[in-house]
């Protein structure tokens, strides 16, 4: 599809990059399973020579995530981790970060027992304010990495705000993207320079694939994060990017049920003598609500909620009574599913840290999947009583 950036969103993500095969008008994009390519003479071939570097159905889909983020650039890689390590390794030793003290359990893993023993030191702050990043501004930062919304608190970070701030002291900004997609929030229009995404979670949609994509605008960033890629290789295999094409194609479809669905049940939590607390953006008196409404379309569903009184055992025995909502890590797919993230995903944080975040044991994270609501209010209902 050419100049896809006159087209809308749903069209964009039926067509962009998929155009029908030259060969034989096949109007899905085959799945180049091969890892080399034939040459004429050496170096001499039709723009692929090796499959790490270049495989046509992975660039199929590099296309269309890119467009759905109105980018010029996409690099696809073999999981959403693969692609943080890929930002971090633009640094140097010394060099430092300003990023979220709630952050994916994955990526604070990685920044703290990976590259901080590459020298490079990471400053995990409270964002939602982003006048604070200011304070931490040294003439060695280089990145602020922010997540948005927030994973498991649903904080709300202004990604306007930060990109002054990027532009003023000449920093990269890198907005981890995964719980809006792009469907919600499109972050360069914003002024990041860089949008990461774990493609494992709403745009494949369908909890069958691992894989994390870059997107930018500026091509001399695109250049060296391309090199990252090829050069360390967590590159994504043709099979995985076939099923991810083929699940984008309802991504606006399915970000619209998940909207509604995740609004019906923050409601239904909220009046619920069972719950302290609840953790979801679309509420007015979320302390970031305003900046959500201005740099998101609509609120998702991501809820995350504070049990009363419960214990762990008890905490334990609620998150594993649901019939309709699956316990298991991930987010994102068709199916809802109920996550505890002191034990699960925030496992790797200590203790005080995460409970500093607000990651307490009685917290339980729902990702709202796309099924009839009314069988996941009655679930709710059957195990809160
Ligand atoms: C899942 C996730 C990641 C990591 O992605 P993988 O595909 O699991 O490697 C990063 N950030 C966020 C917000 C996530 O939810």
Redesign the pocket.
Same mark, same amino acid.
């Given at each position: 599809m050419s100049n896809s950036k006159s087209y809308k969103f749903g069209t964009k993500a039926i067509h962009a990059g998929a155009d029908p095969d030259p060969s034989t008008g096949a109007i899905m994009t085959p799945i180049f399973q091969t890892s080399t390519f034939v040459q004429e003479s050496p170096g001499k071939h039709k723009g692929y020579a090796y499959a790490r570097g270049k495989n046509p159905t992975r660039e199929a889909l590099q296309k269309n995530i890119a467009a759905l983020e109105n980018a010029k650039h996409c690099l696809c890689f073999s999981? &959403?981790?693969?692609s943080?390590d890929t930002v971090i390794k633009l640094l140097r030793p010394g060099d430092e970060v300003i990023t979220g003290d709630d952050l994916?359990g994955?990526?604070y893993r990685m920044f703290t027992k990976v590259f901080a023993n590459y020298g490079i030191k990471f400053h995990f702050i409270n964002m939602t304010n982003a006048s604070n990043i200011e304070k931490y501004i040294t003439k060695n930062t280089k990145l602020i990495w922010a997540?948005t919304p927030t994973?498991p608190t649903m904080q709300i970070i202004d990604i306007e705000a930060c990109g002054k701030i990027a532009k003023q002291h000449n920093l990269i900004l890198a907005v981890?993207n995964?719980?809006a997609s792009p469907y919600l929030q499109n972050p360069l229009a914003l002024g990041a320079h860089i949008v990461m995404h774990?493609?494992?979670?709403y745009l494949g949609g369908h909890s069958d694939v691992?894989? &994390?994509a870059l997107v930018m605008d500026d091509d001399k960033l695109y250049e060296q994060l391309a090199f990252i890629h090829n050069s360390c290789g967590a590159t994504p295999g043709p099979m995985d990017s076939f099923l991810v094409m083929r699940g984008i194609k309802t991504l606006h479809l399915r970000m619209e049920r998940h909207c509604f669905n995740g609004r019906k049940i923050a409601e239904f939590l909220k009046a619920h003598t069972k719950i302290e607390k609840i953790y979801w953006p679309g509420f007015t008196d979320h302390p970031n609500h305003e900046i959500a409404k201005k740099q998101m379309k609509d609120f998702g569903g991501m809820i995350s909620i504070v049990l009363k009184g419960a214990d762990l055992e008890e905490t334990f025995r609620i998150a594993s009574s649901f019939k309709v909502f699956s316990l298991a890590e991930?987010?994102g797919g068709v199916e809802s599913l109920i996550n505890h993230p002191a034990t699960m995903t925030h496992a790797s944080i200590p203790k005080e840290e995460r409970e500093r975040a607000g990651v307490v044991d009685n917290l339980l994270r729902l990702s709202v999947g796309v099924e009839d609501v009314e069988d996941l209010i009655d679930d709710l209902k059957n195990v809160l009583g």
């Amino acid at each position: 599809m050419s100049n896809s950036k006159s087209y809308k969103f749903g069209t964009k993500a039926i067509h962009a990059g998929a155009d029908p095969d030259p060969s034989t008008g096949a109007i899905m994009t085959p799945i180049f399973q091969t890892s080399t390519f034939v040459q004429e003479s050496p170096g001499k071939h039709k723009g692929y020579a090796y499959a790490r570097g270049k495989n046509p159905t992975r660039e199929a889909l590099q296309k269309n995530i890119a467009a759905l983020e109105n980018a010029k650039h996409c690099l696809c890689f073999s999981s &959403g981790m693969g692609s943080v390590d890929t930002v971090i390794k633009l640094l140097r030793p010394g060099d430092e970060v300003i990023t979220g003290d709630d952050l994916y359990g994955g990526s604070y893993r990685m920044f703290t027992k990976v590259f901080a023993n590459y020298g490079i030191k990471f400053h995990f702050i409270n964002m939602t304010n982003a006048s604070n990043i200011e304070k931490y501004i040294t003439k060695n930062t280089k990145l602020i990495w922010a997540e948005t919304p927030t994973n498991p608190t649903m904080q709300i970070i202004d990604i306007e705000a930060c990109g002054k701030i990027a532009k003023q002291h000449n920093l990269i900004l890198a907005v981890d993207n995964t719980f809006a997609s792009p469907y919600l929030q499109n972050p360069l229009a914003l002024g990041a320079h860089i949008v990461m995404h774990s493609v494992t979670k709403y745009l494949g949609g369908h909890s069958d694939v691992v894989m &994390g994509a870059l997107v930018m605008d500026d091509d001399k960033l695109y250049e060296q994060l391309a090199f990252i890629h090829n050069s360390c290789g967590a590159t994504p295999g043709p099979m995985d990017s076939f099923l991810v094409m083929r699940g984008i194609k309802t991504l606006h479809l399915r970000m619209e049920r998940h909207c509604f669905n995740g609004r019906k049940i923050a409601e239904f939590l909220k009046a619920h003598t069972k719950i302290e607390k609840i953790y979801w953006p679309g509420f007015t008196d979320h302390p970031n609500h305003e900046i959500a409404k201005k740099q998101m379309k609509d609120f998702g569903g991501m809820i995350s909620i504070v049990l009363k009184g419960a214990d762990l055992e008890e905490t334990f025995r609620i998150a594993s009574s649901f019939k309709v909502f699956s316990l298991a890590e991930s987010l994102g797919g068709v199916e809802s599913l109920i996550n505890h993230p002191a034990t699960m995903t925030h496992a790797s944080i200590p203790k005080e840290e995460r409970e500093r975040a607000g990651v307490v044991d009685n917290l339980l994270r729902l990702s709202v999947g796309v099924e009839d609501v009314e069988d996941l209010i009655d679930d709710l209902k059957n195990v809160l009583g």
